[in-house]
Each structure stands twice: as C-alpha cells, then as structure tokens.
C-alpha cells in the first residue's frame, strides 16, 4: 500500500476514546517569541516583563507568560485534534504546574477521553486532555478542551457517546507550583503598576478594564502562525469564504489573551494564571472588531503553606464592538437566559497576587 505523504488531519470518526496521540513538533520558546507574543498584545505584567523585578521577588529570570505557554501547547494539538475543527468550544481543568523560562523546548501529549456526535451527523465533539512538558520531562501544563470536528464520512455510526465529568474549579491547593516561594519584600507597586493586593479584592467585586483593542486581519494571522496553530478556518480565505462567515475566524485564544492583557488597567499585580476552571468561545470574532472586557472576583483564597500570594478566582467577560461599563453578561430572554449578543468569550480562571 502506498505511503500517504500529506496529513489530511483527523476526522471526528478518526477519534477513539482511551487514543493518546503524541504531537509533533517540539518548540523552543525564545526571547523573539515573547517579544513578538508582548507586540501583539501589549501584556504589560511586571514579573513576565523585567528580569529586574523578577529577580527582585525571587525568580531566576523573568518566566514565559503564562498564556504564550497555553498558545504553544495548544498549538501542537491542533494538527492532531482540530486540523478539521468547525470551532473550539471551551476548556476545564487547566493547571500552569512548572514555570518556563527563553530556551526550554516544548512538546505535548494528548488523550481522547469522550466523545459525542452531534444530531446532525455532519460533525462531532471530542474531548481531550493535553499536557504540556518541557525538555526534562517536567509537566508544565495540563488542560482538557472539547472542540466540535467535522466527519468525513457522514454515514459512518455515531460511536456510543462519552461525556466526561469535569471539575467545575480547581482547588486552592492544587494552586501555585508554577511560582517559587517569592519574596514579597522585594515586590515594588509603584513597578508593578497598582497598589492593589490580594486583601484589596472582595468577592463579587466588579472591575471595567475600560480600555479596547481592535484586532487586525493580519495581526491575528501572526498569532495564530507564532504558535504554530494550523487550523485552516484561521488562515484560508479561500476556503472560508465559502464556508458559513465568508471570512476567517480569529483563534479564540488570540481573544483570551487580549482579555487577559486589558484586565492588567485593574488587576496589574495579578501576575501569574494559575489555573483554567473554564472556559467557553460564546460568539465567533472577526477582523474589524473591538474587543473590550470586564472582571467578576467569585472567590479569593489563600493557598496552603504560603504567606507570599493569595489566588483569585476571576470570570473575565470579553465583548466585541461593546464598552464594558455595564458588565454585560446574561441577558433575560423569553425563554430563560441567554449571552449578551456582544459577549465572546467568558473565561473563568485562578491567578495569583501578593499578599
């Protein structure tokens, strides 16, 4: 039998539950990376952004940003998992457990653990969990995501459906082994950027990062590539102007990170993510458009055996073409609650701050 030399990618009934698929290629994260990964968001985080100040509290050099360390993992799944994705929905479980510093080198490993045809028959979720190690083998990252796949062969059976339980939060104490014990003395606000420490939040507290950012077409093109992200609904005008949108999606994790960099106007000591709890791409975004975003503190809690930081739990809630000063969210709708008709992404994660 002749040898296929091209990867047409993986089909929803490709997909087996209990499959592990070791990913290809390993990446080495360099100095340009988080240069380019700062560019295109403008992430401001002291620790990730000073040798000086990281030093200062007790790191050996300034860490990778937490996201640009998701985005790589995430990126060496999606030959794998998503090459043939009609969209990612959302994430759950997802722990940052090693910090990562310029010249480590990335790979990542991932296994089916559920899977769901849709009523259609045309396409399907899977569900996968996917760790993320550095050169030693140290786990630096797991998470699981369920993205909806398309079938190449419509009259194949659905298989028996398989949804896995997911935990709705992570624990406090499965928190913070990313981060060294800091030295909290050394933390500078008037360097960091706010005065606002772990006591200064109170749950149920609401906070308008006010600012906006406008995604380009090319802007998002560059993401996607940096982390060597191949789904084809970001990159192929081609084909995606024949498809639903006419256009090309833009990778709901370019969304998540612009959030997370325009949380920094009200949480600037949040420093470090520590865990997704969850996560879900509510509405499509699109080159052209404005995003804005607000965040919700659901709990704050020490971690067990520190003194140095305090976790938050927040619910970050971007809008596109939408200002946040009335933290739009869930609206009431004749039939229950649905989202807000700006709303598009709503992420719901751990970080951590100085006490």
Known sequence: MKMSKTNRGNFFEDFSVGQVIRHATPRTVTVGDVSLYSALYGTRFAVQSADSFAQAIGYPRAPVDDLLVFHVVFGKTVPDISLNAVANLGYAGGRFLAPV?????????????????????????????????????????????????????????????????????????????????????????????????????????????????????????????????????????????????????????????????????????????AAINGGRHVAPLFAGLTVHAWTEVLDAQPLPGREDVGALRLRTIATKDRLTGDFPAKVATGTGEDYDPSVILDLDYWALIPR
Do not use: C
């Open 101 to 273: 510093y310029p010249g480590d080198t990335l790979t990542a490993v991932s296994e089916v653990i559920g899977l769901r045809e849709n009523s259609n028959g045309q396409s399907g979720v899977v569900y996968v969990r996917s760790v993320g190690f550095n050169q030693d083998g140290t786990e630096v990252l797991d998470y699981v995501r369920w993205v909806m796949v398309r079938k190449a062969d419509t009259a194949r059976p659905a298989p028996e459906p398989v949804v896995p339980k997911l935990p709705a939060a992570l624990a406090p104490d499965a928190l913070g082994s990313a981060v060294p014990l800091l030295d909290i003395e050394g933390w500078r606000n008037d360097l960091s950027g706010s005065q606002a420490r772990f006591a200064d939040y109170q749950v149920g507290e609401r906070i308008d990062h006010v600012d906006g950012m406008t995604v380009e077409e090319a802007e998002h093109m560059i993401a996607t590539r940096l982390y060597q992200n191949t789904a084809k609904v970001h990159f192929n005008q081609f084909t995606e102007g024949q498809g639903r949108f006419g256009r090309r999606l833009i990778y709901g994790g370019h969304v998540i990170s612009i959030a997370r960099a325009l949380s920094f106007n009200g949480l600037a000591n949040a420093f470090h993510v």
